[in-house]
């Protein structure tokens, strides 16, 4: 008996409430490397759905609905839900990661954007603020180092280097205070954080000798600071002492940056999109936003392109075949 081929079909995402669910589909309007090209206008150009539509009708002469193109930005995002799960995977093999948040909203909701970069891989996650983010993002067969800021989640993770971009940000604040004794604690505060980063940097496992004094009087500093009556000096002071060993984890471990630049630098350019766009609406185009800036970023590390890898991803999402493997 002949058979009639057949468009494939993959995955379907459901929303409660929403009258049509996505599925992933050949039997589509749109190909798979235009709508890899409306995600990119969306994801990694910040335009919203409406200049999309207005672009594509003046420069390419194709007409495509609002509708339309919101599908395909959500069909690209679904498409790498797998691709995500393999990327967390990575992570958990690498030797230093970054992890930083920055506040996001979801339909309205206060919720938080995480971030987890390494030299080769990033995964982007937006949830609570509560460990339990975390745990999807470093598992417990994650042995490397951590670095990160203060918050009280990372904590509990021993093999960790503080981030001191952001307490030298907190000293130069003290440095200009009104109160004259808080100023110089502040100046003597940031002296030392500046000097250790500087040793660190010009001599690398020589410059331990060069950090010894230095940790001597940061200590006496804090202890100092830790009784004064300055609310902000003292909060830093104590800051510093019960994070000790995070703080100064980079003299120890020369291959540790003293900075969490490198995540702050991901996280930027979805700040920027939070502003213009205000977040995004449902949880399906949470997961979809994450997951492209994931595998966006990552190909970003690699020094590869990801555009063909995510137009090749819908293609085998709407055959209902697992994508390939991402690219080394």
Known sequence: MRQRPRPGEGYISRVEGRKKDLKLTEYTMVGP?????????SVRFRMSRVKIKEFLSYWLSTELSV?????CIREAGVACFPVVEELVQELQKEKIVHLDETPWY???????LWVAISKRVAVFCIGTRKKEELL???TSAFIGWLVTDGY???????????????LIRKAIALSGAVDEKARKMGDWLLRELRGLIKAMAEDGEGGK????PI???????????SEKKHSKLRALAKEILNDWDAVVAFVKNPELPPTNNDAERALRHAVISRRISFGTRTTEGSMAYAALLSVIETYRLRNQDPWRYIAQTIALGRKGVAPFPIAA
């Open 215 to 225: 940790l001597a009087r940061l200590k006496r500093a804090c202890n100092l600071g």
């Open 152 to 166: 009280l989640a990372y904590r509990s993770y021993e093999r960790r280097q503080r981030c001191l971009a952001h």
């Open 67 to 71: 509708g339309t193109i919101d599908k």
């Open 136 to 138: 999807k993002l470093i």
């Open 106 to 112: 979801e339909k309205g909701c206060f919720k938080w």
């Open 209 to 212: 000798k060069k950090c010894s």
């Open 33 to 41: 490397m235009l709508a890899t090209f409306i995600a990119a206008l």
